[in-house]
């Protein structure tokens, strides 16, 4: 078994070097490949009482592994394809419940550790482009290196993540390597379109201009909360995001601002409803129907402050009134943090970043949780309201020519699951990752 996978790690390899060409020229073909490990420890804690979603109060230890290898090709004039299949396996803390900012974020919620592969990515795109001023398109993973003019319009329909496109962050976005934590991949509450894996079905169209950017996304929904199975009533079950990103310099350094809004549609239960139907242990799902909405919005800023330096914050929201049907329930969230790169200390590609978070929800989703509903994130079957706090610490080492990194990372977290009976949490973590 490791004789077959160095024989492929080292077939994919020389086939990576083989279709490798300069950034200026235009690739025909790419391919790159990841691998991400994280493990984490959390000490016990304190709690007055433990529900079905609770974070477990005892001593835990959980692994993740991630394995992604990214093929793309040019098919003619601005066309290219992009197909990414994905292994993972392992298991997040307490199954991934318990916390709404989860301490994760390489942890899917599919109920079962035992590795699986699967496609994550498979779209296409169809770029338009006009004008004489020109970017270089580093080659990377989903990127083919080479020139692309500034002014463009392009098309993109088939499987992706929406992070991919959206809600993007200099310091602040991927957590295989940058902050661990669910709430700081995107905007905390922007119910993001995604099934249990993370991806999601449909097509995006972006305007790009030198110094801004527009984008449109309309994606399918699923047929339950936290599902896999795409909803074919399309008229009623769907997502509509819209991004504008505009780019500028401040005292010569790049600085970045993203607003996004966004309107999901489809079968979700409603909070007050459930609660009119069941005062003590109130069942949100029992109140599903077509024709609700969550809509929210999110407001997303970078800059360098020096070369070496640069800081970030998010804020977002969404209404609270449906439950939370794709990512994480938090109706509101503020964050904000910095990254310092280890020049001054002779580790040029180092990275050491600190970052902080609160989250809250609705009136109506915190009397649902009061009441002794639940989520498919939380609930303790009581709730003591508090804003959910946590804090992040991570060190970047870059291991291996800029290929390998290793990466311990701490998190405390304050009022789990909005809960003030609950807690504090500490989580250590050790994160390995490798890229090419």
């Not at 496609?119 to 270089?136: C, M, P, S, V």
């Not at 405390?412 to 250590?428: H, M, Q, S, T, W």
Request: aromatic share 16%.
């Amino acid at each position: 078994m490791k004789k077959n996978l160095y024989s492929f790690l080292i077939l994919l390899l020389a086939a990576h070097l083989a279709f490798a060409q300069d950034t200026l020229k235009k690739e025909r073909f790419s391919f790159h490949f990841q691998q991400t490990i994280i493990s984490q420890y959390k000490p016990a804690f304190t709690a007055k009482y433990t529900g079905d979603n609770s974070l477990q109060t005892g001593i835990e230890t959980e692994s993740s592994i991630t394995s992604t290898l990214f093929g793309a090709a040019r098919l003619w004039k601005g066309a290219e394809v992009f197909f990414n299949p994905e292994i993972s396996g392992g298991a997040g803390i307490s199954k991934t419940l318990g916390v709404a900012g989860f301490p994760n974020g390489e942890t899917f919620r599919v109920g079962s550790a035992s590795p699986a592969i699967y496609i994550a990515r498979l779209y296409f795109r169809q770029n338009f482009e006009w004008g004489n001023e020109k970017d270089t398109i580093e080659a990377g993973p989903n990127l083919l290196g080479g020139l692309r003019s500034k002014r463009y319009f392009s098309i993109t329909a088939g499987k992706f993540g929406m992070a991919d496109f959206f809600d993007g962050n200099e310091f602040s976005h991927d957590p295989r390597s940058q902050f661990m934590n669910w709430a700081l991949m995107d905007n905390a509450a922007w119910d993001y379109p995604a099934n249990t894996r993370g991806y999601a079905l449909g097509a995006t169209a972006e305007l790009g201009q030198p110094d801004w950017t527009l984008r449109f996304a309309f994606t399918l929904s699923t047929t339950e909360a936290n599902g896999s199975v795409w909803d074919q009533k399309i008229g009623k079950a769907n997502t509509q995001t819209l991004e504008f990103e505009k780019r500028y310099t401040l005292n010569g350094q790049k600085g970045t601002v993203r607003v996004l809004g966004f309107l999901n549609n489809g079968k979700m239960g409603n909070y007050q409803q459930s609660l009119a139907l069941s005062p003590v242990a109130p069942n949100v799902d029992a109140t599903q129907a077509y024709g609700r909405h969550k809509y929210g919005f999110g407001i997303n800023a970078d800059q360098y402050l020096t070369n070496d330096f640069g800081v970030f914050a998010k804020l977002s929201y969404n209404d609270g009134h449906t439950q939370t049907w794709y990512f994480t329930e938090i109706d509101k969230s503020i964050s904000f943090g910095a990254q310092l790169k280890g020049t001054s200390w002779k580790r040029k590609d180092d990275e050491l970043a600190l970052a902080f978070i609160g989250n809250g929800i609705s009136n109506a989703h915190r009397d649902y949780l009061a009441a002794g509903g639940y989520g498919f994130i939380i609930g303790d079957g009581k709730l003591n309201y508090s804003t959910e706090m946590i804090a992040e610490l991570y060190y970047k080492l870059n291991a291996y020519q800029n290929k390998f990194f290793i990466s311990p990372d701490y998190q405390f977290i304050l009022n789990p699951a909005y809960n003030k009976d609950r807690g504090p949490v500490n989580v250590f973590s050790i994160r390995a990752h490798v890229e090419f």
